[in-house]
């Protein structure tokens, strides 16, 4: 308890100027630190698992007014629902002769209503990219062919009509996003070790200056004790002869 004390009273005395004394002290505790930090973070991209993502947009269209429209735009997010359907999700696993199952299927897909433009938004994930875009057409397929057979016996004025817009994306890499994780990993690790390094300056209780001693023990300084002769030769052979005829020249 005495020892954190006294460790929070220095960290109280603290100065702006400890500060940049602290980090330029230690400032390869920060280096190693934010190195450190990005290696792992490097490492950990590489033993990631890539998942790929397709994505295809399906529109909905028919003879609509006004009324009619916003009707549309209220029973379009049920709508996107419907794709992510243990019916869809087992005709596709047929169709494709995957045998994983609606359950795996279905955690590879999301469905998003874009309302402003009347549209569903799939998205398939994947390890294979290959494989995210099968599963991302075949998806819009089934859905398309099931809801044209729901519209069925319904008048062609009320009927609306589900298609796909484009075919489906080319697969890209949605994870490990190592330009993005090293980075934030980078800044972090400099973080750590600029803390590192303060509290590394706060444990020091070395005296180095009388400043120091005026602020850690509170005590004003009499008198200091001068450099010992071999410092004070060792500035002499190396100051300039100017400054040396300076000092001794009479005032």
């Known amino acids: 308890m ?38 792992f973070a490097l490492l950990y991209s590489r033993i990631q698992t890539p998942i790929y993502r397709s994505s295809v947009r399906l529109e909905l269209s028919g003879r609509f007014d006004y009324g009619a429209q916003l009707a549309v735009e209220k029973t379009l997010r049920p709508l996107a629902q419907r794709v992510r359907t243990t019916e869809v999700a087992r005709e596709v696993d047929q169709r494709l002769r995957l045998d994983l199952g609606p359950d795996r299927l279905l955690s590879k897909v999301r ?8 549209q569903v938004l799939v998205e398939v994930d994947d390890t294979d990219p290959t494989m995210a875009e099968r599963l991302a057409l075949e998806f ?5 062919e099931q809801h044209a057979a729901r519209n069925q016996g319904v008048p062609q004025s009320e009927r609306t009509v589900v ?20 980075p934030v990993a980078t800044g972090l690790g400099i973080g750590f070790g600029a803390l590192l390094a303060l509290l590394l300056a706060y444990v020091n209780d070395t005296i180095k200056s ?3 001693v005026t602020r850690r023990l509170n005590l004003a300084t009499l008198a200091s004790i001068p450099a010992p002769a071999d410092a004070i030769a060792w500035q002499l052979r190396n100051a300039e002869p100017s400054s040396i005829a300076a000092q001794r020249s009479p005032t």
């Open 111 to 118: 469905a998003e209503a874009i309302v402003d433009n009347v």
């Open 210 to 212: 009388a400043e120091d």
């Open 2 to 39: 005495a020892a954190s004390g006294a460790l929070e009273r220095r960290m109280i005395q603290l100065r702006l100027s400890d500060v940049f004394d602290a980090l330029r002290q230690y400032w390869w505790v920060v280096v190693v630190a934010a190195v450190a930090a990005a290696g």
């Open 140 to 144: 819009a397929r089934v859905f398309e």
């Open 163 to 182: 298609s796909m817009l484009d075919r489906p994306t080319s697969a890209i890499l949605v994870w490990p996003q190592t330009r993005a994780i090293v």
